[in-house]
C-alpha cells in the first residue's frame, strides 16, 4: 500500500463537499514582564524584616558588658552562648511549657467552638441567625484593656485568678470572633450542590459537619490555628492581669526576670526573645500552606 492509502480520508458533509477542518487554537505562551517597583518594594520589605532579627541575635551572641558600647549591626568579636546558658538555667523550660500549654488549650477551645458556629451562620437562611452572627463580630470592636475590670471580677469570683485557665478563658474569647469570621469566608467558598448532593444522600448535620466542612476547609482551620495560637503565644496583658506567682508563669511574663531597679540584661534578654520565637516559627513553616490556603479561599484559589 502507498503512503496516500494510509493517509485518513477528509471528512464530507451531505452534499459531498469536504467539511471545513476547525480553526487550529492558537497556543498562548505566557510571558512574564519585569516590574522594577515590586521588585524595589520587596528588597525594601525584606530589608525591614531582616535587619532587627539580624540585631537581635547578633546581640543576644554578645557579652553584657559590650551590649551598649557596640553596633548593633556589627556582628560581635567574641560571640557567646553564655546568654543563652543563663537563659535556659532560669526558669526558661517551665515559662515554655506553660505558654505552650496556654496556647494548645486556646486553639482547641477556639476550634471546638468557631467551626460548629461558622457552620450554623452559613447554612441557616434568616434574620435572627445573621443578626446573632453580626453581633458575635461585635466582639473584634471592643479591645481587652476596655473590659479587663470586669474580667478581672469575674475570674476572682469564680476562683480562677492566679492560674493558667484565667489567661485560657479571655484569650481564646477574645481570638474566637476573628477565627468566626475567617472560617466562615472558608465555608462559604464550599459549593451548595456537595451540600445538596450530601443531603439527597441522606448525611446528617453532623456528617456533614465532619466528612465535607472539615476536610474542604483545612485552609481556614489552618489560618485559625496559627492566629490563635500566636494571640496566646504572645499575649502579655491577660497573663500580666491575671497571674502572680511563677507558677502558671507564662514566656512574655518570664522576660522580666532580666530587668531589675539596677539595669537590664539585654544580651539575656534578647536570646530569651530568639529562644521564644522558634516554636511559633516552626509552627508557621508546618502550616504556611494552609495559612496561604485560608486566606486565599478553598483549596488556594
Not at 460548629?116 to 446573632?132: D, E, K, N
Not at 514566656?251 to 520565637?277: C, E, K, M
Request: hydrophobic residues 55%.
Amino acid at each position: 500500500m502507498s503512503h496516500d492509502t494510509l493517509r485518513r480520508p477528509h471528512p464530507v458533509n451531505n452534499a459531498g463537499r469536504p467539511a471545513p477542518r476547525a480553526p487550529r487554537r492558537r497556543r498562548r505562551h505566557w510571558t512574564r514582564r519585569p516590574n522594577p517597583l515590586a521588585g524595589i518594594g520587596s528588597a525594601l520589605w525584606l530589608v525591614v524584616v531582616i535587619v532587627p532579627i539580624y540585631a537581635m541575635i547578633s546581640a543576644s551572641l554578645t557579652r553584657q558588658d559590650q551590649a551598649l558600647g557596640n553596633n548593633a549591626l556589627k556582628p560581635p568579636a567574641h560571640p557567646t552562648l553564655a546568654n543563652y546558658n543563663t537563659v535556659l538555667h532560669n526558669g526558661f523550660g517551665h515559662f515554655l511549657l506553660n505558654t505552650v500549654i496556654v496556647a494548645a488549650a486556646v486553639v482547641v477551645i477556639v476550634l471546638v467552638l468557631s467551626l460548629p458556629l461558622s457552620y450554623v451562620a452559613v447554612r441557616t437562611r434568616g434574620f435572627w441567625s445573621g443578626a446573632a452572627f453580626r453581633m458575635f463580630l461585635l466582639g473584634i470592636a471592643i479591645p481587652a484593656q476596655a473590659v479587663v475590670i470586669p474580667l478581672y471580677l469575674m475570674i476572682a469570683k469564680l476562683n480562677l485568678y492566679d492560674s493558667l485557665l484565667a489567661v485560657v478563658l479571655p484569650t481564646a474569647a477574645f481570638a474566637m470572633p476573628v477565627c468566626v469570621l475567617i472560617l466562615t469566608g472558608t465555608l462559604r467558598d464550599i459549593s451548595e450542590e456537595m451540600y445538596e448532593a450530601m443531603a439527597l444522600d441522606g448525611a446528617s448535620t453532623a456528617r456533614m459537619l465532619f466528612q465535607l466542612v472539615i476536610p474542604m476547609a483545612k485552609g481556614g482551620i489552618g489560618t485559625v490555628v496559627v492566629y490563635a495560637a500566636l494571640q496566646a503565644w504572645n499575649g502579655f496583658l491577660f497573663p500580666l492581669i491575671f497571674t502572680q506567682s511563677d507558677g502558671p508563669r507564662v514566656l512574655t511574663l518570664g522576660l522580666f526576670n532580666y530587668v531589675s531597679q539596677f539595669g537590664v540584661n539585654i544580651p539575656a534578654l534578647l536570646a530569651s526573645v530568639v529562644l521564644s520565637g522558634i516554636p511559633i516559627f516552626a509552627v508557621y513553616l508546618v502550616a504556611r500552606r494552609a495559612l496561604v490556603g485560608g486566606l486565599m479561599g478553598v483549596g488556594g484559589k
